[in-house]
């Protein structure tokens, strides 16, 4: 059997070769043989999807829920890029030259994700005034906000 690949599939394809032709195995001894392993991007982003299950959980309408969504990640972004100023800071193998170009760089992008985040919980409570949501709807998107 010989399947033609290119691309990034392509060593899994030919690993899928080697053992079905190595022992004429069954398609599903095959299958039991292969293993997958996530990369620390793919990690994340599956952390990611399971930290936003409240969210898609909540009875509020998608945009808000997209929106409750991005916020969470704007807060996360602004955390990590505290701690980024955070090191450079504490840095003691950077010139002042060094240093001060990496902390303008930093700084200006954290401004940035905090203007995101002003606007994007403007948006929010726009979007929230706009659906008429029950005083229980309101509580929940503020607390899933916060969280």
């Keep these: 059997m010989r399947i033609p690949s290119t691309g990034p599939l392509n060593n899994l394809v030919q690993g899928v070769q080697r053992q079905f032709t190595a022992g004429e195995q069954t398609p599903e001894e095959v299958r039991e043989g292969l293993r ?15 930290k936003n299950d409240d969210i898609d959980n909540s009875d509020l309408p998608q945009a ?4 409750l969504k991005m916020i969470r990640e704007l807060r996360a972004q ?24 990496q902390l303008e760089g930093l700084q200006s992008e954290l401004a940035s994700l ?8 403007a948006n929010l409570i726009k979007l929230m005034r706009e659906n008429d949501l029950s005083s229980q709807q309101m509580q929940t998107a ?3 906000a916060m969280g």
């Design 36 to 50: 997958v392993t996530l990369s620390e991007l793919g990690k994340s982003m599956s952390a990611k999807a399971d």
């Design 64 to 67: 808000i829920k997209d929106l």
């Design 78 to 101: 602004i955390v990590e890029k505290q701690a980024q100023i955070e090191a450079v800071m504490s840095d003691q193998s950077l010139d002042a030259e060094t240093k001060r170009q």
């Design 114 to 121: 905090n203007s995101a985040l002003t606007a994007a919980n």
């Design 142 to 144: 503020a607390t899933l």
